[in-house]
């Protein structure tokens, strides 16, 4: 999303963020909401970094991220390759496109209390209910860009002598990793806000944990916190999937 | 024959998955898991009981407000975002501090501010219906032939109806395949957000059966709400299907290489 490449842009894409930060300020300090609704924002900046000094909040992001790497890693390797068979084989297809359609559109989170029941309080629910979400963007973006793969691309890699067995690696992957990595890509967004979700059910660690907290103390500076950390990790992730997305696209124009 | 079979799958895999759950559960033997039976014959006193409907009926109500609104603000905005350099500048950047925030993450702190009502449920469904539209729309606007705008410009459009009459079309595919991740994301907000503020909807229900230990209504209730979504889903693929006739890729063609 981020295609800035002059230092005018940067400029022009920081003032708004500034001015959402004036207006809370503004908000504050005009007296508009009470300091107990709406903390001051220096003072929750203040005391998110006290808090990424302290063990116990490091140890929390590290749950976190923990879950959304593993849950995400599952839905990249069953979404990839669920997707490519089910664009190559017929019979493949024939099974799994009748499950996708059902099994896609439903809300995953109200599986989570089957979930929870099957699989326990522990990391194995969440990552569970993260795979489940993060799958189908990315099976279904798989599929999308190995059907649009263009046959004479496979034709030629044929006549040029590439044994079949290489086409799915030589050919049909890279044609369809842009649409591989948007599916990722939306993924991912789907994955950091569903582990968050996932541990503000039931937890005992993790952001979303120290949010539930902090809302049943009433501590609203800390229920900012959270919330900024899991933006700014969401922020980070998505840079580096799109370095990696430069990195693996660098033949193709211009995506 | 073929077509046929073609309506029919997906009731037939959804048979296969009510088959092997009740499978699963006779295997485990675990009492925290009902049969599919169990669970399918719990689903008729939830749909009779007056309350528990009305509870789901304001579920949909609110996410029907939440996602219309959405769509109403989102489109304008990313069709604008995809035309004009500037406008993207501004906004992207904010876009994306705000897009992995669990929207409904947002509720403890909402209901601060506007109370456990419909306003502070339908405000979330909204925020997180928003973003992936403005994404999309954003996308699908910036990928526009630059030729068809020159036509139309050259054809004494002005700018706004060009935006209407060639941007939106030609970007609607892209568009409605936010929605849909929006619809999914709908669904989701939706289900968090009453499990969060316990006072009424679907969720509400879902939740309270997990904490009360009553398990068949529990996975009668993830059966409804699965209903649900499916059937939207449904709804919104025909829709879909309607309005962009014109840019169907050919699907059903499996690569060959044998």
Known sequence: MITTRTTNEWLLGAAPIVLVLLLWQGLVSFGYAPAT???????????????????????????????????????????????????????????????????????????????????????????????????????????????????????????????????????????????????????????????????????????????????????????????????????????LLQGLRAYLLRGFPSV | MKGALKHLSPALACCGLLLTWQLASLGLKNDSFPTALDSLRAIPPILTDKEALINILASLRRMAIGFALALAFSIPLGLLMGRSRATAAFFNPLLMLVYPVPKAALMPIIMLWLGVGDVSKTLVIFLGVSLPVIYHSFEGAKAVEEKMLWSGAAMGLSAGERLLRIVLPAALPEILTGCRTGLVLALITMVTSEMIARQSGAGNILFNALDMGQYDTVFAMIIIIGAMGICLDAVFETIRRWLVRWSEPQFDMPLSFS
């Not at chain 1, 005391?47 to 839905?75: E, K, P, W």
């Not at chain 1, 979404?79 to 099974?95: C, F, L, R, T």
């Not at chain 1, 691309?153 to 067995?165: K, V």
Request: hydrophobic fraction near 60%; proline fraction near 7%.
């Open chain 1, 37 to 239: 609704l709406l903390p001051p924002p220096v003072q929750v900046f203040l005391r998110m970094g006290q808090q990424l000094a302290s063990a116990t909040f490091q140890q929390d992001i590290a749950a976190t991220l923990f879950r959304l790497f593993a849950g995400f890693a599952i839905a990249v390797v069953l979404g990839v390759s669920i997707g490519i068979a089910a664009a190559v084989s017929p019979p493949v297809n024939a099974v799994v496109r009748p499950i996708v359609r059902v099994l896609a559109p439903l809300p995953k989170v109200a599986l989570y209390p089957a979930f929870l029941l099957l699989l326990g309080f522990n990391h194995e629910s969440k990552i569970m209910l993260v795979a489940a979400d993060a799958l189908f963007p990315i099976l279904l973006s798989t599929y999308y860009g190995a059907t649009i793969v263009e046959q004479k691309l496979i034709w030629s890699a044929l006549a040029a002598g590439t044994p079949p067995r290489d086409v799915l690696w030589k050919v049909v992957l890279p044609a369809a990793m842009p649409s591989i990595l948007t599916g990722c890509r939306i993924g991912l967004v789907i994955s950091c806000i569903v582990v968050f979700l996932a541990e503000m059910i039931t937890s005992t660690d993790g952001l979303g944990h120290v949010l539930v907290t902090a809302a049943r103390t009433f501590q609203a500076v800390d229920m900012f916190v959270p919330l900024i950390t899991i933006s700014l990790l969401g922020l980070i992730l998505n840079g």
